[in-house]
């Protein structure tokens, strides 16, 4: 289901960063005050107003309290992303292609980080946490493969241990290109002399101790950009209430 849903949700981008590329050709200045332009409009900003009520939701302990009795979080989020996605892209389509204005460029920007930062962060996150967990428990058998072969030493003869000196220099470090992590871990790799495959497991150990370490800096990295996706939000909905205002303090002065 999950997959189904990164693969939705990344046509929808897709389709957003086409749309707003429309302008390249097409430039349409009465569009976004007709009718079926200003409903595309209205829709689109009702749409763009339902993830803030997520955000706001999210973090007033009592007020998720009192809606989780009714609607799940995980109900609320998939609103979130899904109106975070179609919202954008029917508001690109009310402008026209139409970026003349200050407020329109400046709209049409936030709208575009907003969005690609909320893929990037939703997705690539989970992805990164998902490969951090495949990594530590390919860890913990890498550990255990490496304190049975550490038994096998220490209850083998002296000559077997004294086996490991001529791999432990440049070449054996090559050793575990050729036979995989995850061999070693499952034990597969038995055929190897023992002290071979014990340099060779403290070698795959190295590397996906390290390899962990970059993903969890990756990660946090990725969650201090979560927080910049909220605050660009903010900026957004500060633009679209001037804009909406704009629109029908100026719209509507006719009445006078």
């Known amino acids: 289901m999950r997959e189904n849903e990164r693969v939705l949700m990344s046509g929808l981008v897709l389709l957003l960063v086409v749309v707003w590329l429309g302008f390249t050709f097409h430039a349409d200045p ?3 005050g007709s009718a079926l332009g ?14 803030l009520f997520y955000l706001i939701i999210k973090r007033i302990k009592s007020l998720k309290t009192t809606v989780t009795r009714h609607v799940s979080m995980r109900s609320m989020l998939a609103w979130h992303i899904y109106a975070g996605v179609v919202g954008p892209i029917l508001v690109m389509i009310h402008t026209g292609h139409k970026f003349n204005s200050v407020i329109g460029i400046g709209l049409t920007a936030m709208t575009l980080i907003v969005v690609l930062s909320g893929f990037v962060g939703r997705y690539l996150l989970s992805q990164i946490g998902g490969d951090i967990k495949d990594k530590k428990q390919l860890q913990e058998g890498l550990k255990a493969a490496y304190r049975y072969a550490q038994y096998q030493l220490q209850t083998c003869c002296a000559e077997e241990r004294q086996r490991m000196q001529p791999f432990a220099g ?12 995850q061999q070693l871990a499952d034990h597969s790799a038995k055929q190897i002399p ?6 060779m497991l403290s070698d795959a150990l190295a590397d996906v101790q390290y390899s962990i370490a970059v993903h ?3 990660k946090q990295t990725f969650m201090r950009w979560l927080k910049l996706h909220i605050a660009i939000s903010s900026i957004l909905y500060l633009l679209l209430v001037w804009h909406i205002f ?3 303090y100026f719209g509507l002065r006719w009445f006078d």
Do not use: D, N
């Open 170 to 181: 440049f070449f054996s470090r090559l050793l575990p290109l050729i036979v995989s992590k």
């Open 30 to 32: 009465q569009f976004a």
């Open 216 to 218: 969890e800096r990756v």
């Open 194 to 199: 023992t002290a071979q495959r014990a340099l």
């Open 246 to 248: 704009s629109g029908i």
């Open 38 to 51: 200003g409903l595309f409009g209205v829709i689109g900003a009702l749409l763009m107003l339902l993830p």
